[in-house]
């Protein structure tokens, strides 16, 4: 039995994957690795199929025409056989030390013939040329050291919503709800996250730092000029997440709360990428996108518009939008990100 397959989507990536790869085999025997070869024009595939020659009990590799990351993370979950699935970019890494406590800890819920929904872990910010290393934690938030479900969430600072870095979600529990990735689409992850929360009962929180997130590519989705060039995109990720649910529909309340949360981020990231473009066509795309909100959900519209971040991001006329693209510069030195 495989405990967990971790996907690694390639694309181009010969400069790099090998060591997002190596940091995933620390896991062991007990793992599968799926790398997924998404039409690689450079050595991905000869690098990909020389792990797999060395590591037949592990490694598979997949090869498909160009789809984007988000049709590599289908492919890589349809083909998944461990019980619990997670996403490393090929960029990125593990933490040794962490991913071996993952390991133990999926271990005894099989021994103790417990399964979780998802598990939750910190994440670090590996900005190139910054001395302080910003870690992502939950320990303010989530319980530890127990199985819990929604009612028991606390707070989470703006800072602390979950992203695909930090989440590994229960295999089946993936399959049953259905998720898709949208081909060719930039800044999926979100999706990847947020759509599969209502399907989730159990959860718990491991406290230690296991995904590095490599921040310093030019070429990178989330550097800011190419969130700029790509802002459609985003746009779309935006819109889809706002089709997927009515939040009235979704019974519990923190859950109901913390979705809330993170499309009001999302609300924000699109308006902000908006404003700092300073085109006017993508300020009008900006306007569309909040009337967008407002007529498929009044109600959530209402709550996140009147929010400090809703708020923030509608701030009237030139010099509105000048304090909002400082707000936005101030939170990415402290947080790290892009």
Not at 155 to 174: A, G, K, N, P
Not at 301 to 326: A, D
Request: charged share 25%.
């Amino acid at each position: 039995m495989k405990y967990i397959t971790f996907a690694i989507p390639c694309y181009n990536s010969q400069d790099y994957m090998e060591r997002a790869v190596e940091s995933v085999l620390k896991g062991g025997k007990d793992i599968e690795i799926i790398i997924v070869n998404d039409g690689s024009k450079d050595g991905t595939e000869e690098i990909a199929k020389r792990y797999e020659r060395e590591y037949p009990d592990i490694v598979r590799v997949i090869s498909q025409e160009n789809g984007g990351h988000g049709e590599a993370v289908n492919t890589g979950l349809l083909h998944a056989q461990g019980k619990y699935f997670k996403v490393v970019d090929s960029d990125d890494w593990l933490d040794e030390e962490a991913l071996q406590k993952v390991m133990e800890t999926l271990r005894t819920f099989e021994q103790n013939d417990e399964e979780v929904d998802m598990l939750i872990s910190n994440y670090v910010y590996e900005k190139v040329g910054a001395s302080h290393k910003k870690v992502i934690h939950y320990r303010n938030c989530l319980p530890q050291g127990q199985i819990f479900g929604w009612n028991d969430l606390g707070h989470f600072r703006v800072d602390q919503y979950i992203l695909m870095h930090s989440v590994i979600y229960r295999t089946e529990l993936l399959k049953l709800c259905q998720l898709h990735l949208p081909k060719h689409t930039f800044y999926v992850d979100n999706i990847y996250v947020y759509y599969p929360l209502p399907h989730v009962s159990t959860i718990y929180y491991l406290d230690v730092n296991l995904y590095r997130y490599y921040i310093g590519r030019d070429d990178q989705s989330v550097n800011e000029k190419n969130m700029i060039k790509r802002i459609d995109q985003q746009l779309f990720v935006n819109k889809s997440m706002i089709d997927m649910y009515q939040m009235r529909m979704i019974p519990n309340k923190k859950l109901r709360n913390y979705m809330i949360k993170y499309l009001a981020i999302m609300m924000t990231v699109s308006s902000i990428i908006c404003i700092r473009s300073k085109k006017e066509e993508n300020l009008e795309k900006k306007k569309e996108l909040w009337i967008y909100l407002k007529k498929k959900d009044y109600k959530t519209y209402f709550k996140i518009r009147y929010g400090i971040l809703g708020q923030t991001m509608n701030l009237p006329g030139k010099p509105g939008r000048k304090i909002s693209s400082m707000g936005y510069s101030v939170m990415r030195r402290i947080i790290g990100f892009n």
